[in-house]
């Protein structure tokens, strides 16, 4: 919008140069038109977000620390995530493949949430941003960011953290891709959400 109204601008300027005023007038009002409608647009954007914002705010707290099991592993095993029977609505985080802003890779963390006592399973939580003016959410588990809430998946996401008491749980795995990379991959389910 604030593209257009700029050039409709510089139009009626360019008119009132070679003495056309009524056109002139006309592409002034057509730009001035356009680029209030574009902050309109943008302060409606900011409600959304904020709104949204407060929802996910009041829904999401960070779990405490997940406890590690004490029974001690064998040196020199790999412990890989199995899925267990869980009965719920299951998302699949995206992103995982990417560095988190701080420089820390997902896949890294991934790894060592599969190599460690949890077996690959913990507790989630979300952590709401704006991405391109738009409300989206990061799935984080403890104070690591593990990837993002897919955009298509927010609102539901939204829904299941008002209708589930107790949150998300996060499993992870590895999996071989097509090249035969080791690639670590998660999975968030609500309990007891079903719609």
Known sequence: ?????????????GLFGVGEIIPAF????????LIAYGIHRN???????????????????????????????????VVRA?????????FAVAGVTF???????????LRDLCEGPLEGEADCWFEPFLYKGEMALRVKVGSDCVGNVRRSDVQTVLD?????PDGAHLQAEIFEN????????ADYTFDGVTA
Not at 1 to 13: D, T, V, Y
Not at 26 to 33: L, R, Y
Not at 160 to 164: E, G, H, T, V
């Open 1 to 13: 919008m604030f593209i257009w109204g700029g050039l409709a601008i510089l139009a009626a300027f």
């Open 26 to 33: 006309f592409w002034a009002a057509v730009g001035s038109g």
């Open 43 to 77: 302060k409606q954007r900011q409600q959304q977000a904020q709104q949204q914002t407060v929802i996910v705010n009041n829904y999401t707290t960070p779990p405490p620390a997940p406890q590690p099991d004490p029974q001690p592993q064998p040196s020199g095993m």
């Open 82 to 90: 199995t899925s267990s029977v869980v009965t719920g609505k299951t």
């Open 99 to 109: 560095k988190n802003d701080d420089g820390s890779s997902r896949q890294e963390i």
């Open 160 to 164: 299941c953290l008002k209708s589930s």
């Open 178 to 185: 097509d090249e035969g990379e080791e690639i670590y991959r």
